[in-house]
């Protein structure tokens, strides 16, 4: 267990010391969402409307982009080399990093969600619901995202491929959380689409990290 | 210790090696030779365990994983000496304190460099932070692909020694080089 939490604290320290893999995907959903309000104008009832779509697709395109990073470095200079042929279980090391990975991405996002939200004039239910869908959908996607970013590691242009690979797989979790928004702010309550969040996490959770072991594996047996 | 059977590998249409039978036993040195692009890093790769397309069979008679030097680094640059060697020897789960990371560190002429980023230093210096684990596990099985390239005469000589002290520790190396090496007990397999 000691190595998953020296592995969440090696990479949040690297994170630390080399801000931009952290900073550039944040920086990246701050603009899109900002760009449809100038877009489409600044009716509260549009911007109500879509709020929702807009924010979860901003945060699934720049999870993409913080997680094509996730295990480049580590390939490049050799330690990945070195955390495979380590005596600790490759899962926890796995483990570890997809966590600090949630941190500094997916509940970073989740964190300034709010603020966008009143952007969109959206009510204080749907803005408690956001918040509650992304907790619980962004680290869905980083698991999912891993197994993408550990198969396209030896490949030159890998970051078109994982968006081509992950983003299908991230449909459910784009439904069901903008749903739920909607029927936050609709009125109606939404523990329905929050437990199907939750079980697609825990199955995720499962599964993800065992399927981005065996791909590490395969890109560095090349 | 080691003991590989027909062991053959074949890389974009070209095999690299046919039918090759190893057997090592502890406190013996094997030297993979064999010109650029032989097959040397490949062999040194599928020994530990690294890449898996090929045929045949390896097997070892120890139950840690092996110390494996290759042409990367292994080292993050972004991260010091001192937090490096930590970080690797927690992935051995060996525990050691800091006061061995710093001898480990000295005896790789590194003293003094302990808490400075790895990105700030020369290739030669990031490639004795990496050799600097030979000095601090104990893992009996070292595979080292070059691992004198880069490195000055002084730290030839330490890095002798040392391989000197793991194989009369009854410890084996696997090592490639295209320097002259001289050690007891060593076998050598050409690659061509």
Not at chain 1, 11 to 29: E, M, Q, S, T
Not at chain 2, 133 to 162: M, Q, Y
Request: charged share 15%; aromatic share 6%; with cysteine.
């Amino acid at each position: 267990m000691n190595i998953l939490l020296a592995t969440i604290r090696r990479d949040l320290l690297l994170h630390v010391r080399r801000p931009a893999d952290i900073v550039n995907p944040l920086v990246f959903f701050l603009i899109v969402i900002s760009l449809f309000p100038l877009g489409i104008g600044p009716s509260a009832g549009t911007l109500n409307e879509i709020a929702a779509g807009v924010i979860w697709v901003a945060v699934l395109l720049a999870t993409l982009l913080s997680i094509d990073v996730m295990f480049k470095s580590d390939y490049e200079d050799g330690t990945l080399e070195q955390i495979v042929l380590s005596k600790q279980p490759l899962i926890l090391v796995v483990l570890g990093k997809l966590i600090a990975q949630w941190l500094v991405s997916g509940l970073l996002m989740t964190l300034m969600s709010p603020l966008f939200a009143l952007m969109f004039f959206v009510s204080s239910d749907g803005i408690l619901a956001i918040a509650m869908a992304l907790l619980l959908g962004t680290p869905t996607m980083v698991l999912l995202g891993s197994i993408g970013a550990a198969l396209t590691l030896g490949l030159k242009n890998g970051g078109v491929l994982v968006a081509i690979l992950v983003l299908p797989l991230y449909i459910p979790v784009l439904i069901l959380g903008t749903a739920m928004v909607d029927s936050a702010v609709g009125g109606s309550s939404y523990t329905g689409h929050m437990l199907w969040l939750g079980a697609l996490l825990l199955v995720t959770m499962g599964l993800a990290p065992i399927a981005t072991q065996a791909s590490i594996r395969i890109s560095l047996s090349q | 210790m080691l003991e590989t059977q027909q062991l053959t590998c074949e890389r974009n249409h070209r095999i690299l090696f046919q039918d090759l039978s190893i057997s090592l036993n502890k406190g013996e040195v094997l030297q993979v030779d064999g010109a650029n692009g032989a097959g040397k890093s490949t062999l040194l790769r599928i020994l530990a365990g690294l890449y898996e397309d090929f045929e045949g069979e390896v097997s070892w008679q120890a139950e840690d994983y092996p110390v494996y030097i290759g042409h990367k680094v292994g080292v993050k640059d972004a991260m010091s000496a001192r937090e490096n060697l930590m970080w690797l020897a927690d992935l051995q789960a060996s525990v050691v304190s800091q006061a061995n990371i710093d001898s480990a560190l000295a005896r790789v002429s590194l003293a003094g460099y302990e808490d400075v980023l790895c990105g700030e230093m020369s290739e030669g210096q990031r490639k004795r932070v990496n050799l600097a684990r030979l000095f601090l596990l104990h893992n009996p099985v070292w595979i080292l692909d070059e691992p004198f390239s880069a490195i000055d005469k002084e730290g030839v000589a330490c890095i002798t020694d040392r391989i000197n002290e793991h194989l009369s520790d009854a410890g084996t190396v696997i090592l490639t080089s295209h320097q002259a090496v001289d050690f007891p007990n060593i076998h050598s397999i050409d690659l061509t």
